[in-house]
């Protein structure tokens, strides 16, 4: 089946650092990808839709340039939360949407914690 | 709004009973999708079932079926003969529209676990 990676699958920053986070569609090309962060025990909350070779989309209330989004490729994405604060430690998960996709196959990625001091 | 309504926010279920876990939603769109997922403790998000408004039959997948009640805006998740591995947050979520890269919304989650 259809595979997402991410990497880091867990990160610890200083405050104040930059951090980037890569969500790589393995095998199979990706249009769109989607960001999302999760709190402890909450549900997932998309931040922002990520299209190859266009500006991503944000969600209401998500800094766009606190988190930049680059979808330089069909097969990669990357999130970069800059000057992290440790209101931003969170798990974000990617999922990416393979080309040609019917209606039912969005694919997510395994996660990265983040915990910023 | 909320538009998606999962009210268990927890379940215990006796291993090899079924459960079902429920979910409504909101939308005045005509065209869109429903979906269940399941995360484990491990934090991975593993695609269950999916169910389209158009679809007439509830959609099936192996020990796990979806129970649409397209008037009542419901699509509760049935999962039969339960095994301890089914223990984890199940999410319902919702995709608005007909395109698939229409952004989906997930529900508050309900966590299951199962006794041996």
């Known amino acids: 089946g259809a595979v997402v990676s991410q990497h880091p699958s867990w990160v610890i920053c200083k405050s104040g650092t930059s951090v980037k986070i890569e969500c790589r569609s393995l095998?199979?090309?990706?249009?769109?990808m989607f960001w999302y962060r999760q709190f402890p025990k909450q549900s997932l909350m998309l931040m922002a839709t990520s299209n190859e070779g266009s500006k991503a989309t944000y969600e209401q209330g998500v800094e766009k340039d606190k988190f930049l989004i680059n979808h330089a490729s069909l097969t990669l994405s990357t999130l970069t939360v800059t000057s992290a604060h440790p209101e931003d430690s969170s798990f974000y998960i990617c999922?990416?949407?393979?080309?040609?996709?019917?209606?039912?196959?969005?694919?997510f990625g395994p996660g990265t914690r983040l915990t910023v001091l | 709004a909320q538009k998606i309504t999962q009210t268990q926010p927890g379940m215990f279920v006796q291993e090899k009973e079924a459960v079902t876990l429920d979910c409504t939603y909101d939308t005045s769109d005509q065209s869109y999708g429903l979906f269940w997922y399941k995360q484990p403790s491990s934090g991975e998000m593993i695609f269950l079932i999916y169910q389209g408004s158009y679809d007439e039959q509830n959609a099936t997948e192996g020990r796990y079926s979806l129970n649409f009640q397209k008037a009542r805006k419901s699509a509760n998740l049935v999962i039969s003969a339960s095994q301890l591995g089914d223990s984890a947050m199940y999410f319902c979520a919702m995709r608005e529209g007909w395109s698939s890269a229409s952004k989906i919304i997930f529900g508050s989650g309900t966590r299951l676990s199962i006794r041996p």
């Open positions: 999922s990416a949407l393979p080309r040609g996709a019917g209606t039912d196959t969005q694919y």
């Open positions: 095998d199979f090309q990706a249009t769109t």
